[in-house]
């Protein structure tokens, strides 16, 4: 049973649709997968997380690391069958991800128009209500958005590492440690 959060929700569609940040994506989705009281690599939020690994690779061309991620997500999908409504996408979304991997090395990357339910539209637009004259406005330049933002395609190489090599490094220590003692 999928059970996350909708204001959680909202920010992940926020990241996907709106800012087109997969790696933010990733992290939110992430963090609700280990904020669970129980979770493994089958739930279905690895299932999202390697979608949007995916998307994320796919626009920075690195074809070879977006096949794998959306091959990993297609074959959990395959085995879970995830209900992938509760996440608030429509039924075909696992049909509409195996026609993007079948299709990476011959489509240059375009932003998906991932096939949500409505009350994520509405819900959206709610958050950014003041800076559209209507909600088909709102829908329609959200539809047609591609952004090129360099510092959000290539986050993952532009951001502070910091934290990162100092828990590795902690780790490293502590597996040597363990090894002598």
């Not at 669970?36 to 690195?62: A, C, M, Q, S, W």
Request: with cysteine; hydrophobic share 35%; proline share 2%.
């Amino acid at each position: 049973m999928i059970r996350i959060d909708k204001e959680i929700l909202l920010q992940f569609f926020n990241e996907l649709i709106i800012k087109q940040d997969y790696f933010e994506c990733h992290e939110i989705m992430e963090e609700a997968w280990k904020d669970k009281e129980n979770f493994t690599k089958e739930d279905p939020e690895v299932f999202l997380v390697l979608i949007v690994t995916g998307e994320y690779h796919y626009r920075r061309d690195n074809i070879i690391g977006a096949a794998t991620s959306y091959k990993r997500a297609l074959k959990l999908y395959e085995k879970y069958e995830y209900d992938v409504g509760a996440f608030g996408f429509d039924a075909e979304f696992a049909d509409v991800i195996s026609e993007r991997f079948e299709s990476l090395a011959e489509v240059p990357f375009t932003p998906m128009h991932y096939p949500v339910k409505q009350w994520v539209y509405e819900s959206l637009y709610d958050m950014y209500r003041d800076d559209y004259e209507s909600y088909s406005a709102f829908t329609l330049e959200i539809l047609n958005r591609f952004e090129k933002d360099e510092h959000i395609i290539h986050r993952h190489r532009l951001r502070d590492r910091e934290d990162v090599i100092e828990a590795r490094l902690e780790a490293l220590n502590r597996r040597l440690k363990q090894r002598k003692g």
